[in-house]
Every structure is written in C-alpha cells, then in structure tokens.
C-alpha cells in the first residue's frame, strides 16, 4: 500500500489515462494524499466550524448530514442554538456538493455511477476518546455500517483535516486483499448453525466464519463486512502485529481511501469533514480485485 501525493498543478493537466490509474490505485488499497485541497472551505465556513469549540453546545459530537435529504443528524435540536444548527446544515450541504464536483472530475472513469452516503463533520478530539470497543476509532479496522447495507457497493470516502495547526494522524495496514485469508480461517471459530441462507453457509464454511446473524437487508456480503469489521477491532493480535504503517496528514489536506478494504485507526486529530460515495460495482475499473468479487471467489458462490 502507498500513499500517492498529488498536486493541485496534476489536477489541472491530468489525461484521462491519468484519472484511470488514480481509480486503480484506490481500487488497489492506495490513499490519495492532497497536500493542499483541491476543495477549498472558506475561511467564514472553517471559522464557524472551529468556533463549535467554544460553545457548550451539542454540536460538540460527530455529526451526520444525509445529502439526499439535507438534514444534519447528531445534533440535539432541543439544547443546540437554532441558528447554529441552520448554518451548520448550509455549510454541510456546501461541502457535500463542492466534494461531489471535484470528484465527479477527478475520478471520471466512474461516471457518477456511486450512491452519495453520508458526510460527517468531527470536531471531537480523536486521542484519548471513550468510546465502546466496536465504536473505537482509534483500533484498525475496515468500515462497514451496521444499518446501511451496500450490496457490494465500495466505501470510498474523502476527508479533509480543518484544524487550523494539528496534524491528524492515522495508521493503516495491509488491504482486505492481503488479509482475509490470512486472519479469518484461524481466527474466527465458526457458531453454532442458525439460519443461513445457502450462500452464507458455504462463505461461512469455506473461510471459518460463523453463522451471520439473519437479516431482510443485508446481504451475505454484507453480515461479512460487518463481522470483519467487528473481528478486526476485537483482535488483539491483529492489533499488535499487523503491519502498520503511520500517516499525519497536515492542516489544509485532504485525503481519499476505501476504508471497506484498508485497515485505518485515527489515533490523534480534531476538526474533520468527510464525504463518503458508495460506489457501485459496475464502476469499478478493476472488479476482480473487489471484496465482493474475492469472496465469491473463497465462497464459490454468489453473495449478493
Ligand atoms: C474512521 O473512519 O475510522 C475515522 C477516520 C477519521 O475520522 O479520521
Ligand atoms: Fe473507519
């Protein structure tokens, strides 16, 4: 895995041939590091976002804003200021969509063909947070979420570190492809059969994992992300041995990663925003290195 600079002068002369092979190298398990952002905030929108601070506020905790309904979630309406909370929605929806342009660009081999997820905004400091053991950030792991199945679709998010000194400092490891085998067969005892449908067993039996809990939702693929995920942070071995590589992205950057497949803890940082696309599987320029197509392939069988 790498991390790839790009500069705001490779953004301007790029040839489609270019924009491919950022696509492949995010397909791979690279990160795509822009020293300075080629999504710029201005200076009145940062200034209110870092100003949450110092109000006693319920804007202190993470917040969601759902693009496809414009609506913030996080936010506790009953105590946070009327105000705040409506400025904070405008500059929300600013961002998603000047992330979603730049994207829409940058990343034209995909032709839009994503679902626009959520964008977050941080302003908690990252060490040091109290959080349950399967909410920690802060111990490697790939992303999946418990309530939003993709059906194959691939996590891509775009973070930007507002904070106006303070790096924010990830480590990451190996990609999913590296893994998966490698962890799972040993370190997941299967469970007692519950019912499964047909596709799940053999996902189940073929790498030693144990019966996914049943869901109308989800798919086979997904309960598998979500149990990865679940394994990943609860593998104390894992945590201590895996190669890990440490990254602290400076104040003014931004960066983009497939969290469904590389491994990421953020240790320390505060003053994020992130803008996360699901991108589907008929976009992706290599699908044989997906997690979907790999686990078809260790399943023998179709998981979505
Ligand atoms: C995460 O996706 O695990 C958190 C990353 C971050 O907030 O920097
Ligand atoms: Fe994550």
Not at 225 to 231: D, L
Request: aromatic share 10%; with cysteine; charged share 20%.
């Amino acid at each position: 895995m790498a991390v790839v600079p790009i500069s705001l002068d490779a953004l301007s002369t790029h040839t489609p041939e270019q924009a491919r092979q950022w696509c492949a190298q995010l397909e791979a398990g690279d990160i795509l590091y822009f020293p300075s952002t080629p999504v710029p905030l201005p200076h009145d929108e940062i200034d209110f976002l870092l100003g949450q601070q110092q109000t006693d506020s319920s804007l202190h905790k993470n917040i969601a804003y759902k693009p496809n309904l414009d609506k913030l979630s996080g936010v506790d309406t009953s105590t946070a200021d009327a105000q705040a909370v409506k400025r904070l929605q405008e500059v929300m929806r600013q961002y998603s969509q000047r992330v979603t342009g730049f994207l829409t660009q940058f990343l034209s081999p995909y032709q839009s063909r994503w679902q626009l997820d959520y964008a977050s905004f941080r302003p908690q400091e990252e060490e040091g947070r109290d959080l349950p053991l399967r909410r920690r950030n802060d111990l490697l792991h790939t992303d999946a979420f418990p309530t939003r199945p993709t059906y194959g679709a691939r996590i891509l998010r775009f973070f930007n570190n507002i904070h106006p000194s303070r790096t924010r400092d990830w480590v990451v490891s190996d990609p999913f492809a590296a893994i998966v085998r490698q962890f799972v067969p040993q370190q997941i005892a299967p469970r007692k059969d519950g019912p499964l449908g047909r596709s799940a067993k053999v996902l189940g039996r073929a790498i030693g994992l144990g019966a996914a809990i049943p869901s109308l939702k989800r798919s086979p693929y997904d309960d598998f992300m979500m149990r990865f995920h679940n394994f990943l942070k609860e593998n104390s071995r894992f945590q201590a041995e895996c190669p890990k590589y440490s990254f602290h992205f400076p104040p003014g950057s931004s960066w983009m990663v497939y969290t469904d497949t590389v491994p990421h803890a953020v240790l320390a940082g505060q003053y994020a925003l992130e803008q996360t696309f699901l991108v589907k599987p008929e976009a992706l320029v290599r699908p044989e290195i997906s997690p979907l197509r790999l686990l078809e392939e260790i399943a023998e069988s179709r998981l979505v």
